[in-house]
T-cell receptor, first 110, second 114 residues
Framework: DAGITQSPRYKITETGRQVTLMCHQT?????MFWYRQDLGHGLRLIYY???????DKGEVPDGYVVSRSKTENFPLTLESATRSQTSVYFC?????????FGQGTRLTVV | DQQVKQNSPSLSVQEGRISILNCDYT??????FLWYKKYPAEGPTFLIS?????DKNEDGRFTVFLNKSAKHLSLHIVPSQPGDSAVYFC?????????????FGQGTTLQVKP
């Protein structure tokens, strides 16, 4: 099915653990993004990628790492999870005009 | 520094009436504005957009107005329906080296009462 998928949908992890959120798109869009949604802040950009092997920081990149070895995949890694990273994470891909979002990953760090 | 602001966290309207959601921005380099709608446990979905060269764009029950001098845009929903109850995000893009990345407002939760 065409679209953008995220996995897992829900994740609980412990403080200090490494966790990776996956994102896969089938449109071959060059641009991909990771946002986090928090009450009172809306959606804030964590990292984005213009193409395979090209990534750049967004508004709130600290504590996160991304990679993009293939156009269709854009995983987000929390190297050492903290409670402040409890959030809902959205991946998106863009044709440079419209962004299309995945269903989100709800991450809880305990 | 919040470049896109939605100052009303919530809005409640009666079914059939008009819903007006507001958004302000500070960066005059933004040249494209979008509204996204989000239901619980789902990702945001695109609703309507407007280029900075226009002041109005209409799509069915949804109309977006842009006032560049005031750096303000608004989304009008007429008539409002219970299915419109959702969180609405205003977003802006543009500037040098446009990458398509969006700057979002905080969101407004719209409740349409039957």
């Amino acid at each position: 099915d065409a679209g953008i998928t995220q996995s897992p949908r829900y994740k609980i992890t412990e403080t200090g653990r490494q966790v990776t959120l996956m994102c896969h798109q089938t449109w071959s869009h060059s641009y991909m993004f990771w946002y986090r949604q928090d009450l009172g802040h809306g959606l804030r950009l964590i990292y984005y990628s213009a193409a395979a092997d090209i990534t750049d920081k967004g508004e709130v990149p600290d504590g996160y790492v991304v990679s993009r070895s293939k156009t269709e995949n854009f995983p987000l890694t929390l190297e050492s999870a903290t409670r402040s990273q409890t959030s809902v994470y959205f991946c998106a891909s863009s044709d440079r005009v419209l962004s299309f979002f995945g269903q989100g990953t709800r991450l809880t760090v305990v | 520094d919040q470049q896109v602001k939605q100052n009303s966290p919530s809005l409640s309207v009666q079914e059939g009436r008009i819903s007006i959601l507001n958004c302000d921005y500070t960066n005059s380099m933004f040249d494209y504005f979008l509204w996204y709608k989000k239901y619980p446990a789902e990702g945001p979905t695109f609703l309507i957009s407007i280029s900075s060269i226009k002041d109005k764009n209409e799509d069915g029950r949804f109309t977006v107005f842009l006032n560049k001098s005031a750096k303000h845009l608004s989304l009008h929903i007429v008539p409002s329906q219970p299915g419109d109850s959702a969180v609405y995000f205003c977003a802006a893009s543009g500037g040098s080296g446009n990458t398509g990345k969006l700057i979002f407002g905080q969101g407004t939760t719209l409740q349409v009462k039957p």
